[in-house]
């Protein structure tokens, strides 16, 4: 997947041809394989020796193509971390393995929170009546997120991408100087540049 979004897919040919060579080995937005039969998707992974991509990476694919009408339900996953790789039998069951700050719009709300200095960004999140979770909340309670005042509880990742947007926050998936440096969630580029 290119920066852009624009998924690029060819056979793959030893000594020839790899997946690496469709962007010009260019930095991406994810890599790996699928498997397609008659036009289906059956099987999709982020092996990749080159990119070597991560779950954030791996998610914007998976987002993509549920956006793009594709029934992932019957999809098989096979995950590649440095340990090794693991075998899922749908997507189903590889997201109910994820992290909270595993989930696509957590890392792209890390990417709203980067594009501005953090004064800024807690000014906004606090005229929702929202705030950002304490050091301790953050490690040892496991509160990955925006926190409701309120309730204590953690905000739907996606709301808050979406209160972004509408209050004109640009999206930046690369930390800024200055932008979210106090915060204590921790920002994760997932562009893929310099993979």
């Known amino acids: 997947m290119s920066e852009e979004g624009n998924i690029h897919a060819s056979t793959h040919a030893i000594g020839y041809k790899h997946h690496s060579s469709l962007l010009a080995a260019a930095h991406t937005a994810a890599a790996g394989e699928m498997k397609v039969e008659k036009g289906e998707l059956k099987w999709i992974s982020n092996k990749s020796g080159h990119y070597t991509p991560a779950v954030q990476h791996f998610m914007q694919v998976l987002h993509f193509l549920q956006k793009k009408g594709i029934d992932l339900a019957a999809v ?42 953090f004064p800024e960004i807690d000014t906004l999140i606090r005229r929702k009546n929202w705030r950002l979770p304490t050091g301790d909340e953050y490690s040892r309670v496991n509160l990955k997120g925006v926190l409701n005042v309120d309730t204590g509880q953690v ?4 709301e808050v991408c979406q209160y972004f947007k509408t209050e004109g926050v640009a999206f930046n998936p690369t930390v800024v100087a200055g932008a979210a440096a106090d915060s204590p969630i921790k920002p994760r580029v997932q562009s893929g540049a310099g993979r």
């Open 76 to 117: 098989q996953i096979q995950f590649h971390t440095a340990s090794g790789k693991t075998n899922y039998s749908t997507v189903s069951d590889f997201l109910a393995t994820l992290k909270p700050e595993e989930d696509y719009y957590h890392a792209k709300m890390i990417g709203y929170m980067n594009s501005k200095p």
């Open 155 to 158: 905000v739907s990742h996606k």
